[in-house]
């Protein structure tokens, strides 16, 4: 039973960091893609990032792109998103997800899902 497991959100200033885990178990990775969703109240689920297990090929939303970057430790099976100078519209539930689909945005395209790591920006 794959299980995913996210840690890492919390409180955070505007301009802050915050460094989100997602510990994986249950099945080899190797050919899957890795995701990170966030999803805001009344909002619909948000691409983030992805990583491609095995080569480590990544893809990242534009709002993502180079403040966030997504990293994946074999031994640990963890996947990270790193976040830097976040604002106060990241805030948001945080998701990761595995796909069998190439580095795919659609979050319908994920099978596994996490229960989510809240991250919350003060302005």
């Known amino acids: 039973q794959v299980r995913l497991v996210e840690s890492g959100g919390g409180l955070v200033q505007t301009g802050g960091s915050l460094r989100l885990s997602c510990a994986a178990s249950?099945?080899?990775?190797?050919?899957?893609?890795m995701g990170w969703f966030r999803q805001a109240p009344g909002k619909e689920r948000e691409f983030v990032a992805a990583?491609?297990?095995?080569?480590?090929?990544?893809l990242y939303s534009d709002s993502a792109k180079g403040r966030f970057t997504i990293s994946r430790d074999n031994a640990k099976t963890t996947v990270y998103l790193q976040m830097n100078t976040l604002q106060p519209e990241d805030a948001a539930t945080y998701y990761c997800?595995?796909?069998?689909?190439?580095?795919?945005?659609?979050?319908?395209?994920?099978?596994?899902w996490g229960q989510g790591t809240q991250v919350t920006v003060s302005s």
């Open positions: 249950g099945r080899s990775f190797t050919t899957y893609t």
């Open positions: 997800a595995t796909s069998r689909q190439y580095l795919v945005v659609n979050f319908r395209e994920y099978d596994d």
């Open positions: 990583i491609r297990w095995a080569s480590g090929s990544t």
